[in-house]
């Protein structure tokens, strides 16, 4: 006997009715995600608001909050919803305006790590974006006071503090002390 897997498209998570939990679709399996605690939470929010201000100040693009889904894959399909994103004003203006989830990868993700998450879950999800396109994804641990940024497998900068988070070539000039970060 073999048990077979229903999987779900893009299109059918962005129906799902609204329950209250985050969700994501990767390869085509639902994965329920738990709400953000205090720390991830608040840090989320530091660094996408730093981000956000900066972004906008210098018409660079936009920044997304963490219920924005992006279709990283299709068939089957995987969509991924980052603690924090940013995209470039040229893919916007090449895209246009959508309603549903983003058709690809973010240039900038930053993922908030939760005391419920396991390291190798954050792990794949790294691997999905740099995979899908993503630039520069940014991981960030609270527990430890550290951030890994990750421009392609082989390209990791892990910064602790006294150092300075930096947006390199995906966001010129964006800097954010890790003592601002983690105060």
Not at 161 to 177: D, F, S
């Amino acid at each position: 006997m073999t048990a077979t897997v229903e999987r779900m498209t893009a299109e059918e998570l962005l129906q799902l009715p609204d329950d209250a939990f985050r969700y994501e679709l990767v390869r085509g399996e639902l994965r329920k995600m738990v709400p953000a605690g205090n720390d991830h939470g608040r840090i989320a929010m530091s660094v996408g608001m730093y981000l956000a201000h900066y972004v906008k100040t210098n018409n660079l693009g936009a920044t997304y909050a963490a219920e924005t889904g992006f279709i990283l894959a299709l068939d089957p399909d995987t969509v991924r919803a980052p603690d924090v994103a940013f995209v470039r004003q040229e893919r916007l203006d090449e895209v246009g305006k959508i309603a549903g989830f983003w058709p690809g990868a973010p240039d900038l993700v930053v993922e908030v790590i939760s005391p419920s998450d396991q390291y190798s879950e954050v792990e794949s999800k790294v691997a999905d974006w740099l995979e899908a396109g993503t630039r520069m994804v940014v991981v960030v641990d609270p527990r430890r006071r550290k951030v890994a940024v990750h421009c392609s497998p082989s390209d990791i900068r892990v910064l602790g503090m006294g150092e300075v988070l930096e947006g390199g070539e995906v966001v010129p000039g964006w800097k954010l002390p890790l003592e601002e970060l983690f105060a």
